[in-house]
Structures are given as structure tokens and as C-alpha cells.
């Protein structure tokens, strides 16, 4: 995942000319670090649409291709495929030279691993308009951090402008232009307008669930299966009042179909059970879903 310190270094605003419901984003990670005892960086890709990771690519895998995540990738065509083999290999051959440039720019040992990251995609708002972004970061520490450090280590009369230069035509390239234009405005739009089930929200399958844990105490554990988008919120009550301080609850975690599952857990006196209520609210939802262990 990128650094928190990541900094917006290049952003337009496009205004649609229909209104897409929600909000939506499209976002591509690419991560490479220095092998000293080999030329070629690790290079790990991955692209998500919204929460979902629709795309991976790793060249330590026995036979790196660009491979679909999700089902629905699968209806991409030939053409999709071939481009996207065109920018990995552009972005792999890139990372290198740039990983050597900046290693030699900042004096650093060329036996210890150095990390370049980038981040690029674009965000639909809820009023339609349509937000992209480029974002680089070298060893965990964003490009305009990175630059002031530079400078102030600079003597006197130097200049850093070949760094900075190689930085811009990151940011400038053709590639970056075309890429977000294209991806961020056209087959995002296609996606929402095809009406993909995967980009809008789907119902959480929800249900208590009972476990006996001793002679006087059970487990209520309220599951929500198979939602999306990821973010949820499930909330244990004893008569209207929060639980929180009391509750096991595990992360979101993928359900493998693109969807999303998630449970919290509450132990309460064995025949107390009708007093608990899970509430269960997420964004596909009218109003919160309110369970009980029948």
C-alpha cells in the first residue's frame, strides 16, 4: 500500500456529462525494489476498481503475465490485453533507470534495496465530475519532500534540475496522459454505464449464528456475507445500548468473488440471548438491518 505520506502532484477536474450514482474510483499501484544481486527490480502491479482488486502483476511469479482478479475482467478483449502487456513492460524498464538514477542522485550504497512507488487513477465524484491524480514516493518519502531534502544537501551553485527533470517527465509522459484520460474517462465510464453488478452495491447476506462456550455463557456471532463495496458497519446491542467495548470484531476481509465478508461476536449469559440485536448498516441498505438470534 502506498505511504500516507504520498502527496497529490498533478490533478484535473472532468465534468461528465451524466450523473454517475455514487461515487467510483479507479487506482493502479505499482511498486518496484532494488535487487542488489540482480539487474531487474521486483515489480509488483495491482489495479482496483473501487475496493475490488481487479488486477496483478509480478515478475517474481514463475510466468509474470497481467492476470484478472475478478471474473468480470475475463469480457476485456485482446486489445486490452496486449496494451496493458505494453505498459508493464514500459513501467518495469522505467522503474530500473529510475531506481539507479535516484540511488545515485542521493549517494546510496548499491547493495542495500531501495523502493520507487507510484500511484495513479482517478476518482468520479458524486456530482459526476471526474478527479486524476499522480503520486510518487521514493523509499516510503513523497517526490516534494524528496526535493527539499535534495536541496538543502546541495552546495551552493549546484543544481538538482536533472532530478527534477526526470521526476516531470514521470508526471508529464505520454504514457501518464494517455493512460488516465483514457482508462479513467472512458472504460470506468463504459464499466458504470454497462451497469456491472461488481460496481454497484450488492445487499449484505446477513445472519446470527449461536455457540455454546460453557455451562452458563454463549457466543452470538452476526455475520454479513457476500456485500460490496467493503465498507460496513455491524454493531452489537444489549437492550438499545452499544456494545462496543465488548465485541469481537474481525477486519473486512475479500470473499473471493469480488464481494466482501465480515462478523463481530458477543458472549452473553446463556437464555439472555433475545436481549442482544446486531444492526447491520451499509450503503446498499435503506436503513440499518436489525438481527436476533431466533
Same mark, same amino acid.
Given at each position: ?42 515489480? @509488483? ?95 516510503? @518519502? ?89 465498507? @460496513? ?62
Amino acid at each position: 500500500m502506498p505511504p500516507p505520506t504520498f502527496l497529490l502532484l498533478l490533478s484535473g477536474v472532468l465534468v461528465l456529462t451524466e450523473t454517475w450514482a455514487g461515487s467510483h474510483s479507479l487506482i493502479y499501484l505499482h511498486t518496484a525494489m532494488s535487487r542488489p544481486s540482480s539487474g531487474e527490480p521486483h515489480f @509488483i502491479c495491482v489495479a482496483y476498481m473501487d475496493d475490488t482488486q481487479f488486477l496483478r502483476f509480478d515478475n517474481n511469479d514463475p510466468s509474470p503475465k497481467m492476470e484478472a482478479t475478478v471474473p468480470w475482467m475475463e469480457l476485456e478483449g485482446l486489445e486490452y490485453w496486449e496494451s496493458k502487456k505494453r505498459i508493464v513492460k514500459n513501467h518495469l524498464h522505467l522503474s530500473r533507470l529510475r531506481l539507479n538514477n535516484l540511488q545515485m542522485y542521493y549517494n546510496q550504497n548499491r547493495t542495500g534495496s531501495h523502493t520507487l512507488q507510484v500511484r495513479n487513477g482517478c476518482e468520479v465524484g458524486l456530482d459526476g465530475s471526474l478527479s486524476r491524480f499522480n503520486q510518487f514516493a521514493y523509499d516510503g @518519502i513523497d517526490y516534494l519532500t524528496l526535493m527539499e531534502e535534495l536541496r538543502a544537501r546541495t552546495p551552493a551553485g549546484m543544481e538538482v534540475q536533472t532530478l527534477e527533470d526526470e521526476w516531470e517527465e514521470v508526471i508529464a509522459s505520454e504514457f501518464h496522459t494517455r493512460h488516465l484520460e483514457q482508462e479513467c474517462g472512458q472504460w470506468l465510464q463504459g464499466q458504470l454505464k454497462k451497469g456491472n453488478q461488481t460496481l454497484h452495491a450488492k445487499l449484505p447476506k446477513t445472519l446470527v449464528t449461536h455457540h455454546p462456550t460453557s455451562e452458563h455463557d454463549v457466543t452470538l456471532r452476526c455475520w454479513a456475507l457476500d456485500f460490496y463495496p467493503a465498507d @460496513i458497519t455491524l454493531t452489537w446491542q444489549r437492550d438499545g445500548e452499544d456494545m462496543t467495548q465488548d465485541t469481537e470484531l474481525v477486519e473486512t476481509r475479500p470473499g473471493g468473488n469480488g464481494t466482501f465478508q465480515k462478523w463481530a461476536a458477543v458472549v452473553v449469559p446463556s437464555g439472555e440471548e433475545q436481549r442482544y440485536t446486531c444492526r447491520v448498516q451499509h450503503e446498499g441498505l435503506l436503513e440499518p438491518r436489525v438481527l436476533t438470534w431466533a
